[in-house]
């Protein structure tokens, strides 16, 4: 098949990369507005994270037996629907008003964004030049940054009045008391979510009229019956693959931590008010985008490890900064993190998929459950932060542990040797 062909399919998986980035970016969002609406403490929020996180250690597996079974577009179909119900569910979790409810919500949402990614990751990687999959996934993973840009620029402005009232704060003249001002503060988040589940399922409806290419894996095309096993763990004893989950597990860990956690730092260790909060976050995506960008076109001339180990270093000597300086340095420091950590993400996944052949669903399933470090490292950078609030910064030696394995990946463990 020539390149060109390709265009279209690659154009529509690329649009998948943008709609999870809204999903899981505007998680930061919603732990600041559950601190307010659920009166909820830093470390207690931190569990949104792990409540949409943990789907995707759950599900990978079945989803990979799923789309093996059946196809790529099988699988990215039924998770766009799933998700879209999840953010439909945010009506009726308004009016329960239980931080239960609401962690259940998100449960659902990252399982049908779980079939998102588990599909769209390896897709990218497979159709096309094997050599070129780096870049091409990198490429993808740009409109990723796009969609955290839209999320913490915009949509978070959707959903934080800038109001942070107690129970013994509140103006005595506002409507309704303290229970018109949880009901205000609750509505604010449905609409956000209906904007992402209309999406959704537009996007669905292209899918299902749309023909996407057969995808050869080894000597097995999608679609075509086989006696290979739907799930095969024995592609673990590949050790780049290995190594390579271990590496997902820590970035995904170390670039949560920072991510879930930078409005409550503005906000409540660094005193900016959620209005400036938001700009700056919305400011952290933009270098996230940036980095994706221009990180794609140095691929072109560097090494795709070689990157990834001066980046990766680079931000463990940024974690240093804000243990040492915290306040608005750290707030300054953490821009520049999500410049050199955009790349690190697609550049770890596309390596450890390198020479699977008919395995690489299995392999990219077993990446995608690494992303439940999410659901553990941002807490335990949650419960660090909590329990020293004279020296909150510390807290940041978790990332700074991750981004050096990250590190370690590009220089050693990325190697094809079995």
């Not at 629907?81 to 990252?110: D, H, N, Q, R, S």
């Not at 109001?163 to 409507?175: A, G, I, Q």
């Not at 095969?232 to 997902?248: C, E, P, T």
Request: aromatic share 16%.
């Amino acid at each position: 098949m020539s390149k060109r062909p390709y265009a279209l399919p690659l154009l529509l998986i690329f649009s998948l990369f943008f709609i999870w980035a809204i999903s899981s970016n505007l998680l930061p969002t919603m732990i600041r507005q559950l601190m307010k609406t659920c009166e909820l403490s830093t470390f207690e929020a931190s569990f949104t994270e792990s409540a949409y996180w943990l789907a995707y250690f759950i599900f990978p597996i079945p989803i990979a037996m799923f789309m093996k079974r059946y196809s790529y577009k099988s699988g990215i179909i039924f998770g766009l629907v799933l998700a879209a119900i999840g953010g439909l569910l945010f009506f009726p979790g308004v009016m329960i008003k239980e931080y239960w409810a609401y962690l259940c919500i998100f449960f659902i949402i990252a399982t049908g964004m779980c079939f998102l990614e588990t599909a769209a990751n390896p897709y990218v990687t497979v159709l096309g030049d094997p050599a070129t999959a780096p870049r091409r996934l990198n490429l993808a993973q740009s409109f990723n940054g796009l969609g955290a840009f839209i999320s913490a620029m915009f949509l978070s402005k959707l959903v934080l009045s800038g109001h942070k009232f107690t129970r013994e704060t509140l103006p005595t003249d506002f409507p309704g008391g303290w229970t018109g001002y949880i009901q205000q503060e609750s509505d604010a988040m449905k609409l956000p979510y209906l904007i992402l589940a209309t999406v959704l399922i537009v996007i669905a409806v292209v899918f299902i009229f749309s023909k996407l290419p057969k995808i050869k894996e080894g000597d097995h095309v999608e679609g075509e019956v086989s006696n290979d096993k739907l799930i095969d763990f024995n592609v673990l004893k590949r050790s780049h693959l290995r190594w390579g989950v271990i590496a997902q597990f820590f970035y995904n860990g170390g670039q949560t931590a920072i991510n879930s956690l930078f409005l409550v730092y503005c906000c409540t260790y660094a005193g900016l008010p959620e209005g400036t909060a938001t700009t700056f976050f919305g400011l952290y995506m933009l270098a996230f985008l940036s980095g994706r960008w221009i990180g794609t076109l140095l691929m072109v001339k560097f090494r795709p490890q070689n990157m990834l180990v001066t980046y990766a270093l680079l931000n463990v000597l940024l974690c240093i900064v804000i243990m040492v300086c915290g306040g608005m340095v750290g707030i300054y420091a953490m821009l520049a993190i999500a410049f050199f950590m955009s790349i690190i993400y697609p550049t770890q996944f596309s390596l450890a998929l390198t020479d699977l052949g008919k395995n690489t669903k299995s392999g990219s399933a077993f990446l995608v459950m690494a992303i439940v470090g999410n659901a553990c490292l941002p807490q335990l950078t949650a419960y660090i932060m909590d329990r020293n609030s004279a020296i909150y910064y510390i807290a940041y030696v978790i990332p700074m542990i991750c981004f050096a394995f990250c590190a370690y990946y590009g220089w050693k463990g990325y190697k094809v040797v079995d």
